[in-house]
């Protein structure tokens, strides 16, 4: 007859039944459940059509937003010269403020029952922003080239907004007037101003006297 404590020991059988059934369950495949560019129909009050459009109008909001989130992050790293302790301060900034941006815009995509972009294969595919060098570049030229990110993000959610309004996706709409527009009009704002060509220590008179100031 067993002993107790024998009972109490668990077989190596019993013990590897164990562990197999607390393994996760990996190398998994299946269809998607939903692909992308399709629409599961949600009960928000708006076509589906409507919703389709908008998704489309926001994935590209969101592929060039992410670009530009990213290209914060380059120059971050990258920027060199008198003003890199500020302008490092500020790119890093103004990274985080394009990152909510993000997480906002692709959960406003899934609101509307689409699918949002995600990989970055998918975003260079998509984005209308143009691939920088991989190397340093002069703070100027960074300027610029985030500048001009800005520009081509705040053109197309202008026209987004306005399509969004007169398809009556308010929601849609107020996230691209209320977040997107205003986000980067501030940021231009900040950024524009490190690119102003103004003496660092003494007045320029002469150029004062030519103005008339």
Request: aromatic share 4%; glycine share 4%.
């Amino acid at each position: 007859m067993a002993s107790k404590a024998d009972k109490r020991n668990p077989s190596y059988k019993q013990l590897e039944a164990g562990s197999q059934r607390a393994e996760p369950l990996q190398h998994q495949t299946a269809r998607e459940i939903q692909p992308y560019g399709k629409i599961a129909k949600l009960p928000i009050a708006l076509d589906e059509k409507v919703c389709a459009e908008s998704a489309e109008n926001l994935n590209q909001i969101l592929a060039d937003t992410i670009t530009l989130r990213d290209l914060y992050k380059k120059h971050h790293w990258q920027v060199a010269g008198h003003t890199f302790y500020q302008l490092h301060l500020l790119f890093d900034k103004h990274y985080e403020e394009q990152n909510e941006l993000v997480d906002t815009i692709a959960e406003r995509i899934q609101s509307l029952g689409a699918i949002s972009l995600a990989m970055a294969a998918d975003i260079a595919e998509t984005t209308l922003i143009p691939r920088p060098p991989r190397g340093r570049e002069e703070v100027p030229v960074q300027i610029s080239r985030l500048l001009e990110a800005h520009e081509i993000v705040l053109k197309e959610a202008r026209t987004m907004a306005k399509e969004a309004s007169d398809a009556g996706d308010d929601g849609t709409n107020d996230l691209l007037v209320s977040d997107v527009i205003r986000t980067n009009e501030l940021q231009v704002w900040f950024l524009a101003e490190h690119a102003v060509d103004v003496p660092v220590v003494r007045a320029d008179q002469g150029k004062a006297a030519a103005s008339g100031c």
